[in-house]
């Protein structure tokens, strides 16, 4: 019996939603779900989405995997969106969205820029917490860091990738496959992260 799995984005960051439905209602559903949100969560928007064989078993199989990240018995859950997306393309099964995506060069484009975002760190490129960054594309744009790999935005703490895409979707210019590694568009100091020096 095939259906679809997918994740949704919330105006939480950190959390996701991961679902499924039927074949002929991800439409519908879809649109239920970004007018009327989720458990008291608003502003849910579709991110991905596979149509797979076996999708009990393997929404189960999700569900069980990530256990400890979920919020209650509902279908939120406080998780890297890139890490469930990998894990999906991982399966044998038609990507519905994004269309038109790649399903090997997906997987390999989110497992790279997984490994980047994993391996930057902001003290190892001697940036101290409470220092500012820039986003390159609009200077106006500044966050603060506050960790290893975090920084503060709008009040609230982000790592890199997932701020990287908020902006760019806040100023819908998000591109197709919504992967961002967050230190290619930012700088400090007139330099861009990803080209900065480690200092150790």
């Known amino acids: 019996m095939k259906g679809i799995i997918y994740i949704m984005t919330t105006t939480v960051s950190g959390l996701i939603k991961i679902g499924k439905t039927g074949v002929n209602n991800f439409q519908e559903r879809m649109r239920f779900l970004e007018a009327n949100g989720y458990y008291n969560i608003s502003g849910l928007k579709r991110f991905f989405a596979i149509e797979l064989k076996d999708y009990d078993n393997k929404e189960n199989l999700l569900k069980e995997i ?8 509902s279908e939120l859950f406080a998780l890297d969106y890139d890490l469930v997306r990998q894990l999906l393309l991982s399966f044998d ?12 060069k997906e997987f390999d484009k989110v497992s790279k820029s997984r490994e980047q975002g994993v391996r930057f760190s902001f003290y190892k490129k001697g940036i101290k917490n409470g220092e500012k960054i820039v986003f390159i ?26 701020l990287t895409y908020k902006i760019y979707e806040q100023k819908g210019k998000l591109t197709k496959s919504g992967a961002y590694q967050g230190a290619a568009h930012w700088q400090y100091k007139g330099e861009r992260l990803r080209d900065l020096p480690d200092i150790n």
């Open 137 to 162: 594309i609009d200077k106006e744009i500044t966050a603060k860091v506050v960790g290893e790999r975090e920084v503060e935005y709008d009040e609230q703490i982000w790592k890199l990738s997932p």
């Open 66 to 73: 990530f256990n400890k990240h979920r919020v209650g018995d």
């Open 93 to 104: 099964g038609k990507v519905i969205y994004p269309k038109d995506i790649n399903k090997e």
